[in-house]
């Protein structure tokens, strides 16, 4: 337990710009003082404000809880009032859904803040519901964030407007002894080229072929000789990038090379589905 004068003078400061602030509903309260901080030079992180933060926010308060989920403030940084975590009971049977309202329909890079320390659970499941499918991504929460030591990347996914997209934190599989923390997801939108080639293709072009097979490629693409599942995965893959990065290419037959080209050979190199 520390105490010292200028962490307390900046929480008291935070707290009082949260003032308008109300914590979720269904959490329970925190246990911690104001000033009982285990890492007192991470409190000038804190961001009290997440209507400061570029993009879409949303915090835990406005979150959607499964489960008992406590608040605390002991390690920061954290955006607003706090940072849920999961008491290290029920694993499996907690989580916590982030719902965005996006003005418009793109792509949008997804950062999830996360306080880290040692107590963490190395394992967080987080899945990114988006227009093309889920994505499921494992998280080390004993890893610092790379974004001013809070928000950390998850991916660039492409979502449809309104509140159809959401991320969600599990404890699910997380060890026993160790805390799932959920604070805050933030929505970045990016332009289409960036997305293209930052999409992760297992939930991208990998599933949509999986949904769609080979229907709109062309006949003669499958009578390839060559290994010709490979072949059509590979066109599918080229054809999703390029339609994705905002080319006048229909699902035609596309071309590995040309405009487009490297997103699609990232595609081809990183989709599951692409290597038959």
């Known amino acids: 337990m520390t105490f010292r004068l200028w962490p307390l003078c900046i929480l008291l400061t935070a707290a009082m710009a949260a003032v308008a602030l109300k914590p979720h509903p269904k959490a329970l309260p925190n ?25 879409i926010v949303v915090d835990e308060m406005d979150a959607e809880l499964v489960g008992e989920w406590q608040y605390s403030t002991h390690t920061p940084p954290y955006v607003g009032l706090g940072y849920l975590h999961d008491m290290k009971a029920g694993k499996g049977a907690k989580s916590v859904t982030f719902t965005p309202q996006l003005p418009q329909a793109g792509c949008y890079e997804v950062r999830l803040a996360h306080c880290y320390n040692v107590r963490r659970s190395t394992k967080t499941p987080v899945t990114i519901h988006h227009a093309d499918g889920d994505a499921k991504v494992i998280i080390n929460q004993q890893q610092e964030p790379e974004h001013g030591r809070l928000f950390r990347t998850l991916g660039t996914f492409r979502f449809e407007a309104g509140r159809a997209g959401w991320v969600r934190v599990s404890n699910e599989g997380t060890e026993p002894d160790k ?36 229907l709109r490629l062309r006949l003669r693409d499958l009578r390839n000789p ?44 990183t989709d599951g589905y692409a290597r038959a």
Not at 182 to 202: E, H, M, T, Y
């Open 179 to 214: 805390v799932v923390i959920a604070d805050a997801v933030q929505f970045l939108p990016v332009a289409k080229q960036p997305c293209c080639g930052a999409l992760p293709c297992s939930t991208g072009a990998g599933l949509l072929y999986k949904k769609a097979g080979v």
């Open 226 to 269: 060559i290994r010709p599942r490979l072949r059509q995965k590979r066109l599918f893959c080229a054809s999703f990038c390029r339609r994705r990065c905002g080319g006048p290419w229909g699902w035609g037959l596309p071309s590995f090379a040309g405009h487009g080209g490297a997103c699609a050979a990232r595609c081809f190199a």
């Open 31 to 55: 246990t911690h003082p104001p000033g009982e901080v285990d890492r007192p030079e991470m409190v000038k992180f804190i961001v009290a404000d997440a209507a400061s933060l570029p993009g």
